[in-house]
């Protein structure tokens, strides 16, 4: 007869569900769920501490970094970019740990905001030109508020980190364009010296804890699960 099934042999396929090719489908659902709350948690945050400001920690010569609209399409453009791991991902795991490492890294600079606003004094803008239109319009919507951690910065260095690891050459892409877009935060006046520098240690701890958070997530939840399947005689025959 053939002995019991050892309970954690059950949970064992999870990890080549990870290693799996992801449902496109599902991961659209997954980031549009997940970005819809976090943006509504950022800009609730932004209103709630607009005026709140108790440091401005902008650089003797960081005045002088001209005021550059043109910067504002390459801004911009992470939005959009933040929809690529949904189909150039190859594994669950892949998807799953950019998107862990993007909630992490909102909710920790979401919690900086409340806990030491910051803002940024803007200067004054008239919407002369296309980019600078532009720029003045996406200023009505996302106040001066919220900038340490620069989370736009944050994003595009995890977006890199994310799409970087399939090969030497989208790395050295990939981190090009996050290194564009965080200077483009400071050509746009959206953030200090300090901010940029902040998104980037976010960004690194972020993704480094990711897989550490999704690896006890799997004990606290499949493991588990394996063994009351097995108490139940449904894994184990004698």
Known sequence: MPGPVHYLSAARPVSGFWDGLPSRLGCAAIWLVQTGILSAIYLRVNAVTAGHSVATPLLPLESRIPLVAAAFPVYVSLYFELTLPIFLLSTWRAFVRMQTACLLACLVACLIYVLFPMSYPRPQLAAHGVAQGWLVAYWEVDGAACTFPSLHVTLAWLLAFSLGARSRRSRMACWLNALSI?????????????????????????????????????????????????????????
């Open 182 to 238: 965080s200077v483009s935060t400071l050509l746009l006046k959206q953030h200090y010296l300090v901010d940029v520098a902040g998104g980037i240690v976010l960004a690194v701890a972020s993704w480094r804890a990711a897989p550490g958070l999704i690896a006890w997530c799997e004990r606290r939840w499949t493991w588990p699960a394996a063994r009351s399947v097995g108490h139940d005689g449904a894994s184990c025959r004698n």
